[in-house]
């Protein structure tokens, strides 16, 4: 039973304690109508006295028998209670109150089956009885019987509107079932009653969030915590979506205030180091991390994203503290023991210490790959379809379509890859804007065919488009990307690394676009994915057999592009990058046909924000310190190395 529904039942109990006797019931004595107005009044104790003297002097007094069994189950004696309640809704069947209220109880022991039963007999007396609505809405939802738990709780609330909790579960049961317009009204309503309830603004927080709403996420924390400003949580919710917007000023700002409400909140101190992170203000992002740590020496979050945050010594307690911990490991759930040997495989790399930083690189690895969806076959299938899809002769036939416009600079390749690197080098120049990795592309492909009728979808719907549309399609890219830029930058750098597989769509809806792809020792590149714990996504990156698979798609994919596209590539080598930074980033910014500017020298120095894995290395100036990573743990790559191998990539030592 959840705390909505406690709350529910109490005021039911309440309700029940001062109901009139029903046709044919025996009418209440003095001591009986006395304990009936204490037990309302809330005096638990004293009308259980008077209850227990009634039931001493007539054990078949049910009234009696069951609101003493309410006070029970108030007070704590679940097991006396509820024995109270089924046996006085067994004498008085006809009390649709008395089924509810025994329901309820049996709720609380996990005995749904019976509680349904019970709501559905209290219905069966009184059909329009609320509490036994919500109480079998609730029930249905936790069976995941969506489609009726939406009829029933629409119900409850027809009848009665302002029930802001059953409106609340209604929501959920809407999102749970795939109907988000519904959700999203229902939550609102809870809002319209309620503002800043709790439930209401987390579901809609994540129901917006998952339909891209990042803006409509900020007004809505901003409003709602407007209704209660001292709502520590709703102080956090505005930090994260702020966060994620990229407003990360705004987000320290929320999250200093959700601390400053509750000190201890951990979760707060832990976001607020990820937003210091993210604007490269490193000391502030630690200081953050371990006053979590304080907080809550066992914080496994606070653990890694201090282990991201800096270079870790070997003198650092935390390293220690992470060890003990793990010797712990049956104790932590599962995220939490790959979040935490993630981390602890961080530090030992950083402390030099590779033999002890694989294993459990590899642990961590292998627990989290049964977690992930990935089709290794599909994705193959994916990377062929998208061949024939946007082959030579359908990117001539659409040579020159699309919309007009030169901003667009795509910066793809494998994660890890050097893809934020090039993205904040590039955006240091100053007719250049990033907007980091928006998912406009991919969203566009995603629902094409849905929007434009057609079966199947993308990519091969593509071969029936008309120039109009593939126009209709560029133009909203460049609208999206403007209003994300918030200027007028010359370039705007989209740096998803996954458009890679979208470089067809992009040379026929965007022909004035660039492309830089990023390139990095395959070897480095994955071991860097292996060595990453992912937001989401890049389930490829779990097992070293799948991780070398996937390089070798990506590899072959690449090379079609090189044939087919008649939009220009720029292919920016990691290590060439390093070795001659000046005259690499030159040539990159000659390739987008712009002036020289030497702020990109000093990329490091910029302070934009950076969300990304690599938000912490790119604050520092370019180094060779990764360049030959895999050397490192060279004798644990032999799966990888054999894949890579498999799919056609070529090695140094193949060369």
């Known amino acids: 039973m959840n705390r909505q529904q406690r709350r529910a039942a109490a005021k039911d109990a309440r309700r029940s304690a001062r109901r009139k006797p029903v046709p044919g019931q025996v009418p209440a004595d003095p001591a009986l109508a006395r304990a009936q107005a204490l ?35 108030q007070l704590g004696e679940a097991d006396a209670g509820a024995a109270a309640l089924g046996q006085s809704a067994d004498l008085r069947p006809e009390r649709a109150d008395f089924q509810n209220n025994h329901g309820v109880a049996l709720m609380r022991f996990g005995r749904l089956d019976e509680a349904e039963a019970r709501f559905r007999a209290a219905l069966a007396q009184d059909p329009d009885y609320v509490d036994a609505l919500f109480n079998l809405g609730g029930v249905l939802a936790g069976r995941r019987a969506w489609q009726e738990a939406e009829e029933v709780l629409a119900r409850t609330v027809k009848l ?23 959700a999203e009204a229902a939550w609102r309503k809870v809002l319209a009653l309620d503002p800043g309830q709790s439930s209401a603004v987390s579901g809609l927080v994540r129901l917006l969030n998952a339909q891209g709403r990042g803006k409509a996420v900020v007004e809505l924390c901003r409003s709602a915590l407007k209704a209660r400003t001292d709502d520590a949580r709703l102080a956090g919710e505005l930090g994260t979506a702020l966060a994620a917007a990229g407003a990360l000023e705004g987000a320290v700002e929320a999250f200093q205030q959700a601390i400053a409400v509750d000190p201890s909140l951990v979760p707060a101190h832990i976001n607020l180091g990820l937003a210091w992170r993210g604007l490269g203000r490193q000391q502030e992002a630690v200081a953050s991390l371990r006053r979590a740590l304080a907080l809550d020496p066992g914080s496994v979050p606070a653990y890694y994203n201090l282990t991201r945050a800096r270079r870790m010594q070997g003198s650092d307690p935390e390293i220690q503290a992470m060890t003990d911990l793990l010797g712990q490991a049956e104790r932590l759930s599962s995220a939490e023991r ?11 790399e950083d402390t030099g210490r590779p033999d002890r930083a694989y294993p459990l690189l590899t642990a961590a690895n292998a627990e989290h790959r049964k977690v992930v969806d990935y089709d290794a076959d599909g994705t193959a299938r994916v990377f062929n379809a998208l061949k024939e899809s946007f082959d030579r002769s359908r990117l001539e036939e659409t040579r020159g379509t699309g919309a007009a416009g030169e901003a667009p600079v795509f910066v793809v ?81 989209d740096k998803l690394p996954g458009n890679f597989r979208r470089l ?83 040539r990159l910014v000659d390739f ?37 990573r895999w050397r490192r743990f060279e004798d644990h790559l032999g799966p990888l190395v054999e894949a890579l191998r498999s799919g056609g990539v070529a090695l140094d030592a193949d060369r």
């Open 413 to 493: 390749g494998m994660p890890r890859s050097g893809t934020t690197l090039a993205e904040q080098i590039l955006a240091s120049h100053g007719e250049i804007t990033g907007i980091g990795e928006p998912t406009i592309l991919r969203d566009q492909a995603r629902t094409l065919g849905a929007r434009l009728g057609r079966e199947p979808g993308f990519p091969a719907c593509v071969a029936e488009m008309t120039a109009d549309e593939l126009a209709a399609e560029g133009s909203e890219y460049l609208d999206q990307t403007a209003l994300a830029a918030g200027g007028t930058a010359t370039r705007i750098v």
């Open 592 to 628: 987008l046909g712009l002036g020289w500017d030497p702020a990109c020298l000093a990329f490091h120095e910029a302070r934009r924000p950076v969300l990304t894995a690599s938000a912490a290395q790119v604050r520092d100036p370019i180094h060779a310190g990764s360049v030959g």
């Open 39 to 73: 037990h309302g009044q809330g005096a638990l104790k004293e009308a259980a006295r008077l209850y227990r003297g009634i039931l001493d002097r007539d054990p078949n007094r049910v009234e009696a028998m069951h609101f003493l069994g309410l006070i029970q189950m």
């Open 160 to 182: 009665r509107p302002d029930h802001a909790a059953a409106w609340t579960t209604l929501g959920g049961v809407h999102e749970a079932a795939g109907h988000g317009p519904e």
């Open 338 to 348: 790959v979040q935490l040997r993630f981390a602890l495989a961080k530090a030992e």
């Open 504 to 586: 067809g769509w992009i040379a026929m809806t965007l022909p004035g676009a660039r492309i830089v792809h990023c390139v990095r020792d395959p070897r480095d590149t994955c071991l860097s994915c292996f060595a990453t714990l992912f937001e989401h996504g890049h389930g490829f990156a779990y097992d070293l057999g799948e991780l070398g698979h996937y390089y070798g798609l990506y590899h072959d994919l690449m090379r079609h592009w090189a044939t087919v596209l008649p939009t220009p590539i720029f292919e920016l080598r990691y290590e060439t990058l390093v070795a001659e930074p000046e005259a690499t980033i030159r």
